[in-house]
């Protein structure tokens, strides 16, 4: 299979608790995005890749939010001190140079 | 204002019927504009490009008013199939590669 991955598919942790997601693009792909969704509401931005380079952050991220893309491949989105309102599903994308972001089938975290 | 508006419905429609759904966005300086599609659980897909000129695909029309800062989507004879959520995007602004999603209007197809 070619398409975007996410690791873990769901994720259950206690409050406080950090957390980690894993995202492999398709793997020519230079864009990689990451946004969240909660339910009944569209995909929020939170951040973009163009190869490693992190090129814009939501203001919506407090400092608990952390994304690498180490050498332009696979990326990480890591959450420190989870809050039970991080609860949603984080959705990765990758694209090529054009407006079509492919998406992974997500990571669903749930914070107790 | 929210950067990407759309109504969330539910529209609920009987089968054959038409549908049009529309989509405002704030910064007059967004140059590329999308529908995607987004089935229950699953991840949003492409349903089409949003172009100056219109953009036909099937029984699937979208149209851009730059001067309303709208999009439309307008579905002819609606399939039972079509039932899904339908997402506006719009990138940030020109020259940036953010995009935006609007919160997604739902449409339910009826036998």
């Known amino acids: 299979d070619t398409g975007v991955s996410q690791d873990p598919r769901h994720k259950i942790t206690k409050r406080g608790q950090n957390v980690t997601f894993r995202c492999d693009p398709i793997s020519e792909h230079n864009r990689l995005y990451w946004y969240r969704q909660t339910l009944g509401q569209g995909p929020e931005f939170l951040t973009y890749?163009?190869?490693?380079?992190?090129?814009?952050k939501s203001r919506l991220l407090s400092d608990r939010f952390s994304a690498e893309r180490p050498k332009g491949s696979f990326s990480t989105l890591e959450i420190q001190r989870t809050e039970q309102g991080d609860s949603a599903m984080y959705l990765c994308?990758?694209?090529?140079?054009?407006?079509?972001?492919?998406f992974g089938e997500g990571s669903r975290l749930t914070v107790l | 204002r929210k950067e990407v508006e759309q109504d969330p419905g539910p529209f609920n429609v009987p089968e054959g019927a038409t549908v049009a759904f529309n989509c405002t966005y704030s910064n007059s300086a967004s140059q590329s504009f999308f529908w995607y599609r987004q089935d229950c659980r699953k991840e949003p897909k492409l349903l089409m490009s949003?172009?100056?000129s219109g953009n036909e695909d099937g029984r699937f029309t979208a149209q851009l008013n730059r001067a309303s800062q709208y999009i439309s989507l307008l579905i002819r004879d609606s399939k039972l199939s079509d039932s899904a959520t339908y997402l506006c995007v719009v990138n940030k602004a020109s020259g940036t590669y953010k995009y935006i999603f609007g919160t997604g209007t739902r449409l339910k197809v009826l036998a």
């Open positions: 949003v172009y100056s």
């Open positions: 994308a990758s694209s090529l140079n054009t407006g079509e972001l492919f």
């Open positions: 890749f163009q190869n490693e380079a992190q090129l814009e």
